[in-house]
């Protein structure tokens, strides 16, 4: 068992990684001791996991029940976010009450912001299920739902009291959803640890057949990553915006595609490798680095390039975007692999690299 | 003009109190120079003072849009919210733009809830219009939606950075909304400051007659008391909640007649009544006490009972008040008048003043 620390003054918290978390009562009882307790997951996970779950909680806290969604980013809005209110309001829940989020990146995005905004504001503990949500989006409090025009549109920033990250849960995970989560590792190690990358290069045959003592590794060493930047910039006033590596052109993909029709991880595949290009394209880096990285992302099993769209359709899709500022987007670019920084582009170079990676091979 | 400040750190703001206030640039252009801006206000409002705040935006922001709400606590709903982020979004409002709550408190909880979670929170002011909203909804940062079940069940804390309250608008405020607000002024002597509450009830007749240095003179001393108790306690860990002062039956009232069919600030005299008269039974204050509060709620033309419902009814809806813990409300009660304390109060006291009070007179 690993635990490593989000540091943010009094809204710090704990991340512990290992198997069998989920039901180890001693790790949640300090939380939920006395309190009213909703296991918030979704079709597909609570029949695996929410029995072990409910059975750590109970004994500890008061009363304990199941809210669950059905699955998927297609589901990430609000009529789905309002059936947990419905259901914490119909057991009367109160301000003292605590979510636990036991899924993966669209659960615990909903879950979160239900927490932030259920009655102004209560406790709540990621769970996640996946490993991208484990190495990426159960860290950080960013949470929210989506919006027809946008991705994420609607949120907030609301931090966990606890971080549970059970690596048991991904020997099951299905290979499409592990990949995913290895673009989020991937992308870690671009771009703020050229050793960590090395690292995870090397364990790539021992993460994609699921070992769950490399995931362990990956996840720890992602996890360190994101709660230094977290702990650095909370609200993503300048440091954290590097996190999007590969973000702006990704959610370009699923917005465009419709969200869920390509996992996350796999627009931040092609949405990495994009980035490489452009990033080349401008002279921050050669094209060994570019290629190393493209490699990587290729090994990893997930796509390096686009959907086959006209650059128009990649621009208006990007000029959304929460990073765009009076409809310019910005964009995190490699200064060296290890190393990122958020910039503006030129249109011209952005067209070239759409030409260039905007096909899907 | 009057210059107050809550003081919370970095999210310190002023509250400026004046007549004419709507129409100063000076003031708006600090913070939305160069921004995009969306005025929020509803079908009654904007027609009266879109116009002028909009001339004052103008020349300083980089664009002003106009989003027009429908009138009234019973579109406090998601569905009315929403209606604000579509109108952001298609005018692609990024996070640095800022929304300006023109109106009264259902546009100021609504206008302040959209810019606490678009895009993670945006910036806001609040210019609010009718009396209760300058004296206690636009200060203090709460803001929220209701829920079928409850009222301002989801909400977030989002501090405005600045309240330009304009007297000037209560001119023509109509006078049920003005007692209305005059509840919160009350309300504010009642549990903080036994000097202010004797100015307001010697300056009633001046202020039911809408005069305007009256009404700056009030909404001033109500402001300084709001900001001092918020500057104590932010998010109502403990002080704060003596401002829910008669909120505890108010809300019943609201929830169970449906929102809107009384003014908030007319459930909450009643309120304040019946919880003035919890008070004496349970020996905290004597006869005379409870007579003055009652007799300065009549005398502002305001119900002193609530509706003739069962003791159980009250005590059902009573129960899902965010105050609540375990479904056991908890009353702010006053020690003696501008003194207010919280606490549980026993079942029998509660339902003999619900016999005593609960039938509208």
Known sequence: MRRLSVDLAERSYPIVIGEGLLARRDLLEPIVAGRSVAIVSNVTVAPLYAAALRGALEGAAAEVIDVVLPDGEAHKHWGTLNSIFDALLEHRFDRSSVIVALGGGVVGDMAGFAAAVYQRGVDFVQVP??????????????TGINHPLGKNMVGAFHQPRLVLADVGC????????????LAEVIKH????????????????????AHDVQALAAAVAGSCEIKARVVGQDERESGLRAILNFGHTFGHAIEAGLGYGEWLHGEAVGAGMAMAADLSRRLGLIDAPAQSRLVDAIAAARLPTRGPAWPAQRYVELMSVDK??????????LLEALGRAVVRRA???AVRATLAACGGAA
């Open 189 to 208: 190690g671009a771009i703020a640890d050229t050793g960590y990358l090395a690292a995870v290069e090397h364990d790539l045959p021992r993460l994609l």
């Open 129 to 142: 299920t996946t490993l991208l949500a484990q190495v990426d989006s159960s860290v950080g409090g960013k």
């Open 346 to 348: 030129p249109d011209e």
């Open 170 to 181: 991904l020997r099951t995970l299905p290979d499409r959803e592990l990949s995913a989560g």
């Open 323 to 332: 990073k765009a500022e009076r409809g310019t987007p910005k964009f995190v």
